[in-house]
């Protein structure tokens, strides 16, 4: 399979809230959220407007075909976004379609990712349901524990250590 990645632009927005979507960590047993989740503002902060000055974001591609993404948003207003640590790091969200994952496309966009931004930010954060296996790529990526809420991690990866 031929995998490649491209910025994420506005154009993406569709397959952005689809991301978004799936980004949501659904506990085993519990069926999938209505889509109308995505309109609450704690979420839809993740994704509306995109395109937004600080906005940074890539597509993989398999076989030209999207099949994920991995982007980069301040989410330091009101709401917050939920893995918020300081007003100057950006949060991280990531989702691959179902086909697509355990495949190594995830490591592939973060270290994309990771590369671009090294220099601009000092580190990233995100939010993981502590029982996301996600959780186990983020520690192999860099990312640490830095507090936890009833059910999940607040994680920070340090890039200015990679300078
Ligand atoms: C998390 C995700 C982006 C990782 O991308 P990926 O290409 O599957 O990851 P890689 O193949 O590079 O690395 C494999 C790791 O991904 C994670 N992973 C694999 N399948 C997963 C899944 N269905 N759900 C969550 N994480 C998964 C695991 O940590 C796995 O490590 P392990 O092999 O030690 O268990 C992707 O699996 C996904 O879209 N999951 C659902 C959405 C999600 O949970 N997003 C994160 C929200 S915080």
């Not at 978004?20 to 506990?27: K, R, V």
């Not at 209505?34 to 906005?55: F, M, S, T, V």
Request: proline share 8%; net charge negative; aromatic share 12%.
């Amino acid at each position: 399979m031929n995998f490649d990645i491209k910025p994420l632009t506005p154009a993406d927005q569709p397959f952005l809230w689809e991301k978004l979507y799936q980004a949501i960590y659904i506990p085993e047993g519990q069926p999938p959220y209505d889509r109308n989740i995505l309109h609450i503002p704690e979420l839809r902060i993740y994704a509306e407007h995109w395109g937004k000055p600080d906005d940074i974001g890539f597509i993989a591609l398999a076989d030209e075909k999207p099949a994920g993404a991995v982007w980069l948003r301040m989410l330091t207003g009101e709401p917050r976004g939920f893995g918020y640590v300081d007003d100057t790091t950006p949060e991280l969200s990531i989702a691959l379609l179902p086909e697509y994952r355990g495949k190594g496309f995830g490591s592939q966009l973060m270290t994309h990712l990771f590369e671009c931004v090294k220099s601009r930010y000092g580190a990233i954060c995100l939010s993981v349901s502590m029982n996301n296996p996600a959780m186990r790529l983020y520690q192999r990526m860099g990312f640490e524990v830095v507090s936890e809420s009833d059910d999940s991690y607040t994680m920070v990866k340090r890039l200015d250590k990679e300078r």
